[in-house]
């Protein structure tokens, strides 16, 4: 069993920054990926940033140079720091952590992005 938890959404303005935060738990013996996806209504879910255990990092261009992915592999944790927000990075966020037993992901982490 794997638990996977967000913590750090919420309400900011324009041009500001929030850090999210995700802890894996549980039966975890080797985890390749540790990312954060996002899904805005009437949106599909899409890729934000991954991050590999060797810190080989990808993010979606509209976040390039905004975002920064950054993990703990002896805590199992994965940051996604946030600056410059846009309205339209307004969506819930999900952690999703791929180990060598499957695919898991967080329960989301609503940002709204609002002046």
Not at 34 to 53: F, S, T
Not at 79 to 106: F, H, I
Request: with cysteine; charged share 15%; net charge positive.
């Amino acid at each position: 069993q794997v638990q996977v938890v967000e913590s750090g959404g919420g309400l900011v303005q324009p041009g500001g920054s929030l850090r999210l935060s995700c802890a894996a738990s549980g039966s975890i013996f080797n985890i390749y990926l540790m990312g954060w996806y996002r899904q805005a209504p009437g949106k599909q879910r899409e890729l934000v940033a991954h991050i590999a255990g060797d810190s080989m990092t990808a993010y979606v261009d509209s976040v390039k140079g905004r975002f920064t992915i950054s993990r703990d592999n002896a805590k199992n944790t994965v940051d996604l720091q946030m600056n410059s927000l846009k309205p339209e990075d307004t969506a819930v966020y999900y952690c999703n952590v791929q180990t060598n037993r499957g695919s898991y992901w967080g329960q989301g982490t609503q940002v709204t992005v609002s002046s």
